[in-house]
Antibody
Framework: QLQLVESGGDLVEPGGSLTISCAAS????????????MSWIRQAPGNGLEWISYISGTGNTIYYADSVKGRFTISRDNAKNSVFLQMNSLRVEDTALYYC??????????WGQGTPVTVSS | SYVLTQPPSVSVAPGKTARITCGGN??????VQWYQQKPGQAPVLVIY???DRPSGIPERFSGSNSGNTATLTISRVEAGDEADYHCQVWDSDTFHYVFGTGTKVTVL
C-alpha cells in the first residue's frame, strides 16, 4: 500500500520562501517511484481543493496553476522517493493545507495527509 | 480557464438517494473523477473515468456524465456518507487539473 507523507509546512511571513516535501513508501517491487506521476494540491481553510502543480515520472514534464506559476517550483528525487515544492514570494492567500497525490485515472488515487502552510506577519 | 460548478450543499434522509451535480462546459467530453472528504481527512477517490469505482468503494456509489453535467449518485445513503464531495477533470486545453467547488452532503 503506497503511503505519502508530507512535511515541512510552517508559518512564513509574506514575501518569504518555504520548501515542502512528500516522501513515498510502500512502492511495490513491480514498480519504481519514477513510474509515478505526482501533483501538489492545496486546500485553504473552509475552501475546496485547488490543484497547484504536476510533475511526470522523470521530471521532464511539469505544469503549474496560474495562481502559482513563476513563484512555485516542483521537483523530485526518484532515488529518495520524494517530491518537493519550493514556494517563493509567498502571499497570505497561499495559506492552506498542502497535499501531495499520485496521478491515476486522470485524477488521484493516493493522497498524503497534508502539511500546513501559514503565511502571515 | 475551465470551471466546474457544484451545489454548495445537498441534504438527504438515510436510505434515500443523493445526487450531486458537477457542471462544466461540455463536461461530457471529459473524464470525471469524484472524491469524498470527511472532516480532518484527506480526500478519497470514489469514482474515476465517470463511473468506475476503485476497489473497496461500495456499489452504492455510481457516476454518470453527459452534456454539460456530471452526476455522482449515492444510493441507500448511510450516516457515514456525510462528507464533502469534489468533482475533478483534466483539462487538456490548458494542461491543468480542475476541481469543482465542492458539495457538503448532510444526512438528516
Amino acid at each position: 500500500q503506497l503511503q505519502l507523507v508530507e512535511s515541512g509546512g510552517d508559518l512564513v511571513e509574506p514575501g518569504g520562501s518555504l520548501t515542502i516535501s512528500c516522501a513515498a513508501s510502500g512502492v511495490t517491487f513491480r514498480e519504481t517511484f519514477n513510474s509515478y506521476y505526482m501533483s501538489w494540491i492545496r486546500q485553504a481553510p473552509g475552501n475546496g481543493l485547488e490543484w497547484i502543480s504536476y510533475i511526470s515520472g522523470t521530471g521532464n514534464t511539469i505544469y503549474y496553476a496560474d495562481s502559482v506559476k513563476g513563484r512555485f517550483t516542483i521537483s523530485r528525487d526518484n532515488a529518495k522517493n520524494s517530491v518537493f515544492l519550493q514556494m517563493n514570494s509567498l502571499r497570505v492567500e497561499d495559506t492552506a493545507l498542502y497535499y501531495c497525490a499520485r496521478v491515476a485515472y486522470s485524477g488521484y488515487d493516493y493522497w498524503g495527509q497534508g502539511t500546513p502552510v501559514t503565511v502571515s506577519s | 480557464s475551465y470551471v466546474l460548478t457544484q451545489p454548495p450543499s445537498v441534504s438527504v434522509a438515510p436510505g434515500k438517494t443523493a445526487r450531486i451535480t458537477c457542471g462544466g462546459n461540455n463536461i461530457g467530453s471529459k473524464s470525471v473523477q469524484w472524491y469524498q472528504q470527511k472532516p480532518g481527512q484527506a480526500p478519497v477517490l470514489v469514482i474515476y473515468y465517470n463511473g468506475d469505482r476503485p476497489s473497496g468503494i461500495p456499489e452504492r456509489f455510481s457516476g454518470s456524465n453527459s452534456g454539460n453535467t456530471a452526476t455522482l449518485t449515492i444510493s441507500r445513503v448511510e450516516a457515514g456518507d456525510e462528507a464533502d464531495y469534489h468533482c475533478q477533470v483534466w483539462d487538456s486545453d490548458t494542461f491543468h487539473y480542475v476541481f469543482g467547488t465542492g458539495t457538503k452532503v448532510t444526512v438528516l
